[in-house]
C-alpha cells in the first residue's frame, strides 16, 4: 500500500533501485497518488544524453528541462542520474551544474507559477551521487530505517 499523501507534498523523488524495479515503483506513485495531478510523462535514460563531444550533454539535458518547464501538470522520469551526476566523474561537472539550474527552476516553477511539476530520479548508488544533487530530493525510496546495530543501539 503506497501512502500518497507523502508524494503529493513531494516534487523530487529519488529511487535508489535497479530500472526494473524503479520503474515498477513510479508507475504505482504516478497512477494510484498523482494521477489527477499529473497529465504528461516523459521518460528519459539518463546515459543515453551522454555525449563525447564537448556540450552536447549539457545541451540533449537543456533541450528535455526547456520541453519540461514548458508543461503546467507533468512528470519527468531520469533513470539512471548517476549517467549525469555521479560525484566523480570530472566530465560531469559542467552537466551537473546544468542539472541544478534546471532543478532550481523546477522548483520555481511549482513555487511561483502554480505549475505541478514533479521529478523522479533513480539510481542504484546514492553514494555515486554528487551531494549537490541528492539535496534536491527530500524523499529517497527506500527510507533509510537504520541498520540493524542502530536499532538495537535504540532499543538498550
Given at each position: 500500500?503506497?501512502?500518497c499523501?507523502?508524494?503529493?507534498g513531494n516534487?523530487?523523488v529519488?529511487i535508489?533501485a535497479?530500472?526494473?524495479?524503479?520503474?515498477?515503483?513510479?508507475?504505482?506513485?504516478?497512477?494510484?497518488?498523482?494521477?489527477?495531478?499529473?497529465?504528461?510523462?516523459?521518460?528519459?535514460?539518463?546515459?543515453?544524453?551522454?555525449?563525447?563531444?564537448?556540450?552536447?550533454t549539457e545541451?540533449?539535458?537543456?533541450?528535455?528541462?526547456e520541453k519540461?518547464?514548458?508543461?503546467?501538470r507533468?512528470?519527468?522520469?531520469?533513470?539512471?542520474?548517476?549517467?549525469?551526476?555521479?560525484?566523480e566523474?570530472?566530465?560531469l561537472?559542467?552537466?551537473?551544474a546544468?542539472?541544478?539550474?534546471?532543478?532550481?527552476?523546477?522548483?520555481?516553477?511549482?513555487?511561483?507559477?502554480?505549475k505541478?511539476l514533479?521529478i523522479?530520479?533513480?539510481?542504484?548508488?546514492r553514494?555515486?551521487?554528487?551531494?549537490?544533487?541528492i539535496?534536491?530530493?527530500?524523499?529517497?525510496?527506500?527510507?533509510?530505517?537504520?541498520?540493524?546495530?542502530?536499532?538495537?543501539?535504540?532499543?538498550?
Amino acid at each position: 500500500h503506497i501512502a500518497c499523501d507523502e508524494y503529493r507534498g513531494n516534487d523530487f523523488v529519488l529511487i535508489l533501485a535497479d530500472y526494473g524495479k524503479a520503474k515498477e515503483e513510479i508507475k504505482k506513485i504516478i497512477c494510484n497518488c498523482l494521477r489527477e495531478s499529473i497529465h504528461k510523462v516523459i521518460e528519459v535514460m539518463a546515459p543515453r544524453l551522454r555525449s563525447r563531444w564537448f556540450g552536447e550533454t549539457e545541451e540533449r539535458l537543456r533541450e528535455i528541462m526547456e520541453k519540461f518547464l514548458k508543461l503546467d501538470r507533468a512528470a519527468l522520469i531520469i533513470y539512471s542520474i548517476e549517467a549525469l551526476a555521479h560525484r566523480e566523474d570530472e566530465n560531469l561537472v559542467g552537466v551537473r551544474a546544468e542539472l541544478t539550474y534546471y532543478l532550481d527552476e523546477v522548483r520555481e516553477a511549482n513555487e511561483r507559477r502554480g505549475k505541478q511539476l514533479r521529478i523522479f530520479a533513480t539510481a542504484t548508488d546514492r553514494g555515486s551521487l554528487d551531494s549537490a544533487i541528492i539535496s534536491y530530493f527530500p524523499k529517497i525510496l527506500p527510507e533509510d530505517r537504520g541498520t540493524p546495530s542502530s536499532k538495537h543501539e535504540q532499543s538498550t
